[in-house]
């Protein structure tokens, strides 16, 4: 069996396009050796028809995709304080899915495996089963089950899905060969981009040492204990419970330093302004929101099925900005710096040590990255409290 990316000389992002409309069901996604999904091809099976590189984001351009900076932008927070708490920022996932569900539709989206402790999309058709799906896991999830998303669309049957910008690029690309777009309503998040496995299962090991159990009962990836700014990563078993912050926790400061991501983040041209979506979903960053605590969604409508689906629901409206302030909050350019990248991808590679390989590119760092660093640990001795009352002391300063 052979990686695509390594037949093709194209780094795989595992978006599950070519899984999901592979005629023969020659591909499946697994990780390699570095903690990533990958597309491999099973030689056996496989009958060289071309339909996986057709519709790969990453093997031909994206073409004909929408532009966010000419669609509509909106600032939208559920109507409900409990949906908007268990979200990652104005709860607009869920109350879209929930809108769906009661319509008819099943609804596609990501939940955590607290058996595996891998993320995966799933497949679910009734609201009791929705707050699986609440809340960003910022892992890159298996979307294996995407290829049941497009067979259903296929059989006549609406879904809507959830995912990062490369799955609803692949998926979409998917459903206009077999001439089922219509069936679907494809929602894509904003995506910073998903770090490796191997980072995950040493914070998973962590957590399960202070937390006395081999398995967690629910993992959050971003509890709101005092505000959506602060990035809590909570884990519970039994009547203990783990909170880990951005400043304490070496999966948060990994994510955050963005040199061991995904080698098809690191150039992804899907996280970017055009899009095959009907809506892009976001946290609304930047100083319009930095006062607010609960948190507050950014929508583009980039379709007119993505307006009409906006249009159904009830929501809290706020005021938006225009899209190019919204986007200057978030990192759109994507990431430079490559060569440090492939050198500490490679040290992952070989000795499957995330330390090791953390330690390669931050002995590589500038004298300004290690101070920041330091600061960060440093400011973790304050109360989370504390931390979280003095960072928006210090928006509020220098909005003023
Ligand atoms: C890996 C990752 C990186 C992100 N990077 C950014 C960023 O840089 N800037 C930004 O503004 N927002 C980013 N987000 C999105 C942000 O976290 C919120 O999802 C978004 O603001 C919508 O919030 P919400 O409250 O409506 O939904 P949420 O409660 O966050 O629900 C989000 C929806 O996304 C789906 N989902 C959850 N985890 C994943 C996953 N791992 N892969 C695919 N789909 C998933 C769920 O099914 C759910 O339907 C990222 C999310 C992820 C998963």
Redesign the pocket.
Known sequence: MNHIGEQTNTACSGCGACAALCPKAAIELSLDEAGFFKAVVREDRCVSCGLCRSVCPRFSPVEGGKDLRESPLYALQSESDAV?R??????????L?ADCLRQGWS?C???YNTETDR?E?RLISALEELPA?????????DATALRQALAMAKGGEHVAV???PC?IAGLARAAQKLGVRDKLLL?E??????PSYLLWERQCERMKQKLHTERFDRVLF?YKKNDWHSYCLRADAGDCSFFGARETELFWQVFFENVLLGDACMDCEM?KTESLADLR?????GRRYQQNSD?V??VFALTERGEEALRRLKLRRLEPGTPEEMLQA??MDGYHDRELHDGAMEVLRRERDISAAVKYYRARESGKQTLKRALLRTSAILPDELRAKLRKANSSRKLK
Do not use: P
């Not at 979903?281 to 960053?285: M, P, Q, T």
């Open positions: 908007v268990q979200c990652s920022s104005g709860g607009i996932a869920h109350e899915a609804v989206g990501v939940v993320v999309h799906l609440d809340g960003s896991k910022y892992l890159q999830s959830f995912g990062t799955q929602a998040i904003f995506c910073h981009g998903v971003r996280r979903l976001g946290d609304y960053w948190g969604s950014a978030q990192n």
